[in-house]
């Protein structure tokens, strides 16, 4: 079965500095990984997705993530926090041998100014 | 604007009644998943259709149920409303059955206020 989990529920930066957040799965096949960010009453719109090859992958809006299979994690990145980056972020998972979409709890970022 | 349209934007019912939530897919795409999302479950998949048929089924109840049409257009069924269906409901939609590296593209959403 697959699962993925996000570390904190809620984050918060300053604006300007590092964002971190943390997606760990389990995957008993490869998987093809998902950020997905939700603006306040809208919804779900995709970041960056991890299928094959490079495992640094980049997205929209200066955000990256790195596939690692060693630690079971594609965490998601940014290195300078903008006001209007406040949002939820979704990773999810899927394998090559399912159809099925596997989200996380979600991560509320906030920025503060 | 991923494409993919909802109807209606809000929908405020009681208890014990049925709503029919309506999506359309993006051109091209014949897959339709549909998801509730909760403040204490999170995002939740309920089913999937590909094509017209059912091809993978999540946490639905069995007072929900969902068909997709010969345009491609899918709709969801919520029966016997309880206060704890009030969420938001989101509609995907991808090319193909789902299987491979493909994503899926999200309506804006219909929010389900049972009273």
């Known amino acids: 079965a697959q699962s993925v989990t996000q570390l904190g529920s809620h984050v918060s930066v300053s604006e300007g500095a590092l964002v971190l957040l943390r997606c760990n799965y389990s995957s008993s096949v490869p998987p093809y990984l998902f950020w997905y960010v939700q603006y306040p009453n809208q919804g779900l719109q995709l970041l960056l997705k991890?299928?094959?090859?490079?495992?640094l992958v980049k997205g929209i809006n200066g955000f990256e993530a790195e596939f690692k299979k060693s630690e079971t994690s594609f965490h998601l990145t940014k290195p300078s926090a903008h006001m209007s980056d406040a949002a939820e972020y979704f990773c999810a998972v899927r394998t090559n041998t399912g159809n099925q979409f596997y989200f996380g709890t979600g991560t509320s970022l906030t920025v503060i100014p | 604007d991923s494409g993919v349209t909802q109807t209606p934007k809000h929908l405020i019912t009681a208890t014990g009644q049925r709503v029919t939530l309506r999506c359309s897919p993006r051109?091209?795409?014949?897959?339709v998943y549909w998801y509730q999302q909760s403040l204490d479950q999170g995002l939740q998949f309920l089913i999937q259709y590909y094509n017209g048929e059912e091809r993978a089924k999540g946490n639905i109840l069995e007072r929900f149920s969902a068909q997709q049409f010969p345009d491609l257009h899918s709709e969801l069924n919520l029966s016997s409303l309880e206060l704890g269906d009030s969420a938001l409901y989101f509609c995907a939609s991808s090319v193909g059955s789902g299987q491979g590296s493909g994503e899926q593209y999200f309506g804006p959403g219909t929010r389900l206020t049972v009273t």
């Open positions: 991890y299928t094959t090859g490079a495992t």
């Open positions: 051109s091209g795409d014949l897959s």
